[in-house]
C-alpha cells in the first residue's frame, strides 16, 4: 500500500510551488484573524527553512508520509512546533496540490515559450540568411516548385508561433486559483481567496469549489499544445534527417550534434534530429495517458489524479530538451546552396511557370495550358535536358504561338522572385516578413 499510494518520489518537484501556496495562505489566515501574528511568523520562517533544506540537498523525503505536502509539514512540525499544526486550517491538500500543480505548470509554461522564442530567433537568423537562396519544394516528397530555403524555414517560424499562442491560451486559462476550495466545498472560516490569488499571481479565485479540486483541463491543454509542438518539431527534425543524408546534401551539421558509428568510420548521424523526432511518441502518449486517466472520473477528487503529475513532468522536460537540441541544430547548421540549387535544377520545377506565362501570354486556359506544358516536360524528358535548354523551335512545335520570351519564366531566380502573392517565396517577401517576425518578437 505504501508503494502504491506514495507519491512523494515524483511530487517532490513541487516542493517551491507548495511552499509558496502554504506561505500565502498563512498569511491571509493571519490577516483575516484566523490565526494569531506570532504562529503565522513561526510559520513564515520555519517553511523558509524548510525549501533552503531541500534546495541544499540535507532534505530528508519520507515516502512514509506519502506527499510532498505532508513531508514539508512533518518538517515544519519539527522545527516550529504547535504552530505548525494551524497552516492547515481552512485547506485541504486537494486544493492545495491543484494550487501548487497549476503553478508549476503556469512556470514550465514560461519557460518553454522563452525557448520557443530562442530557437524562433534561429530560424530567423537562417532564414534571413538564406532568403534568396534557391532550393526545391516538395509535395509527396517530389520536386514540385522553387522556393527558398528562408521561405521553407520561415514555416516552421509560423508553426512555432502557433505553438506559443496554444501555450499562452493555456496559460491565461489556468492562471486562476483553486486554494480555499478545501476538500471541494469550501470553508465556513472566513478566508479571503482574493488575497491568496493575488499574491500567488493568479487573476482570480476559481468560481465553484468542485470544479477547482477536480479540474486537470489546465495539464490536459498544456499537454495538447505539446503534442502539437513535438509534432512541429519532429517534421522540423525529419527534414534535417533528409537533408544532411547524401542523397540530399542541402545542409550539414557539425560534431557537436551528430555522432560517429561504433564500424563504419565515415559515419555523422544526426542524433540529435532523430530523438527529437522520437520523442513525439512519448508526448503524444502523455497527453492520451491522461485523457484516460480524467476520462471516467466522478466530481470531485479521485486519488486516480495522482497519476496527473508524471506525464506532465515528462512532457515539460521532453520539451525542454527538443528544444534546446533544435536551437542548437539550427545555429550549428551550414546550408549548401550550390547542392540545392542544383536540385532545383532537376525535376523541372518551372513547368508551372510555364503554364502560368501561357495563361498570360498567350491568353490559352489554364487546362489548357497545363496539357501544352505537359507535352513539353514530356519533350525534355526524352531530350535529357531542362525545360530551359529546350530549343525554341522544339517549344513551337507543341504550341506554334510560343516566342522566345518564355525562357525569361524558366529562370529559377526569376520563378521565385516571381511568387509575389502575400505569403509567396519571393526573396523581399521572405525578407520583410523575418522582419515583422522579429519585431512581433519584441
Given at each position: 500500500m505504501e508503494r502504491i499510494n506514495a507519491s512523494i518520489d515524483v511530487?517532490?518537484?513541487?516542493?517551491?510551488?507548495?511552499?509558496?501556496?502554504?506561505l500565502a495562505h498563512a498569511r491571509m489566515l493571519v490577516r483575516q484573524g484566523i490565526i494569531g501574528q506570532a504562529d503565522g511568523r513561526a510559520i513564515e520562517r520555519g517553511l523558509k527553512r524548510v525549501k533552503a533544506e531541500i534546495e541544499s540537498g540535507s532534505f530528508n523525503f519520507r515516502r512514509d508520509l506519502e506527499d510532498i505536502h505532508m513531508n514539508v509539514e512533518a518538517r515544519l512540525q519539527d522545527l516550529i512546533g504547535a504552530p505548525a499544526g494551524r497552516?492547515?486550517?481552512?485547506?485541504?491538500?486537494?486544493?492545495?496540490?491543484?494550487?501548487?500543480?497549476?503553478?508549476?505548470?503556469?512556470?514550465?509554461?514560461?519557460?518553454?515559450?522563452?525557448?520557443?522564442?530562442?530557437?524562433?530567433?534561429?530560424?530567423?537568423?537562417?532564414?534571413?540568411?538564406?532568403?534568396?537562396t534557391v532550393m526545391p519544394g516538395?509535395?509527396?516528397?517530389?520536386?514540385?516548385?522553387?522556393?527558398?530555403?528562408?521561405?521553407?524555414?520561415?514555416?516552421?517560424?509560423?508553426?512555432?508561433?502557433?505553438?506559443?499562442?496554444?501555450?499562452?491560451?493555456?496559460?491565461?486559462?489556468?492562471n486562476e486559483s483553486p486554494l480555499g476550495a478545501a476538500a471541494l466545498?469550501?470553508?465556513?472560516?472566513?478566508?479571503?481567496?482574493?488575497?491568496?490569488?493575488?499574491?500567488?499571481?493568479?487573476?482570480?479565485?476559481?468560481?465553484?469549489?468542485l470544479d477547482a479540486v477536480a479540474d486537470r483541463d489546465f495539464a490536459l491543454e498544456f499537454l495538447a499544445a505539446g503534442a502539437i509542438l513535438a509534432v512541429h518539431l519532429s517534421r522540423l527534425a525529419e527534414e534535417i534527417v533528409l537533408w544532411t543524408s547524401p542523397a540530399f546534401g542541402f545542409v550539414a551539421l557539425g560534431d557537436?550534434?551528430?555522432?560517429?558509428?561504433?564500424?563504419?568510420?565515415?559515419?555523422?548521424?544526426?542524433?540529435?534530429?532523430?530523438?527529437v523526432r522520437a520523442k513525439t511518441g512519448q508526448l503524444a502518449g502523455a497527453f492520451q495517458g491522461l485523457l484516460m486517466v480524467m476520462k471516467g472520473l466522478p466530481l470531485a477528487y479521485g486519488k486516480d489524479?495522482?497519476?496527473?503529475?508524471?506525464?506532465?513532468?515528462?512532457?515539460?522536460?521532453?520539451?525542454?530538451?527538443?528544444?534546446?537540441?533544435?536551437?542548437?541544430?539550427?545555429?550549428?547548421?551550414?546550408?549548401?546552396?550550390?547542392?540545392?540549387?542544383?536540385?532545383a535544377a532537376k525535376g523541372f520545377l518551372t513547368a508551372t511557370d510555364l503554364a502560368d506565362w501561357l495563361v498570360r501570354?498567350?491568353?490559352?486556359?489554364?487546362?489548357?495550358?497545363?496539357?501544352?506544358?505537359?507535352?513539353?516536360v514530356r519533350a525534355a524528358e526524352k531530350a535529357g535536358c531542362d525545360l530551359a535548354a529546350l530549343p525554341l523551335a522544339t517549344l513551337k512545335a507543341i504550341h506554334p504561338r510560343i516566342t522566345r520570351e518564355v525562357f525569361t519564366v524558366l529562370d529559377l531566380d526569376r520563378s521565385v522572385a516571381s511568387r509575389r502573392s502575400q505569403g509567396g517565396t519571393a526573396p523581399a517577401l521572405v525578407r520583410r516578413a523575418v522582419a515583422a517576425a522579429r519585431k512581433q518578437m519584441k
Open positions: 511530487d517532490q518537484r513541487l516542493y517551491a510551488q507548495d511552499i509558496a501556496g502554504s497552516l492547515h486550517t481552512a485547506r485541504s491538500r486537494n486544493d492545495q496540490v491543484a494550487t501548487d500543480f497549476r503553478l508549476w505548470v503556469r512556470e514550465a509554461i514560461d519557460d518553454l515559450d522563452r525557448r520557443l522564442k530562442d530557437l524562433v530567433g534561429a530560424l530567423l537568423d537562417q532564414a534571413e540568411q538564406h532568403a534568396a516538395y509535395t509527396h516528397l517530389q520536386p514540385a516548385q522553387p522556393v527558398t530555403f528562408g521561405h521553407h524555414l520561415m514555416a516552421y517560424v509560423e508553426m512555432l508561433g502557433r505553438d506559443r499562442g496554444r501555450l499562452a491560451d493555456a496559460r491565461r486559462r489556468l466545498a469550501g470553508t465556513s472560516f472566513p478566508i479571503d481567496r482574493r488575497l491568496t490569488a493575488r499574491e500567488l499571481g493568479f487573476e482570480r479565485p476559481m468560481a465553484n469549489s557537436a550534434f551528430t555522432s560517429g558509428s561504433s564500424i563504419m568510420p565515415q559515419k555523422r548521424n544526426p542524433d540529435a534530429a532523430e530523438l489524479m495522482q497519476e496527473d503529475k508524471a506525464p506532465t513532468f515528462a512532457a515539460a522536460d521532453s520539451l525542454q530538451l527538443c528544444l534546446e537540441a533544435m536551437t542548437g541544430m539550427m545555429r550549428d547548421l551550414r546550408a549548401d546552396p550550390a547542392a540545392m540549387r542544383a536540385a501570354a498567350l491568353g490559352l486556359p489554364f487546362r489548357e495550358a497545363h496539357h501544352v506544358t505537359g507535352s513539353i
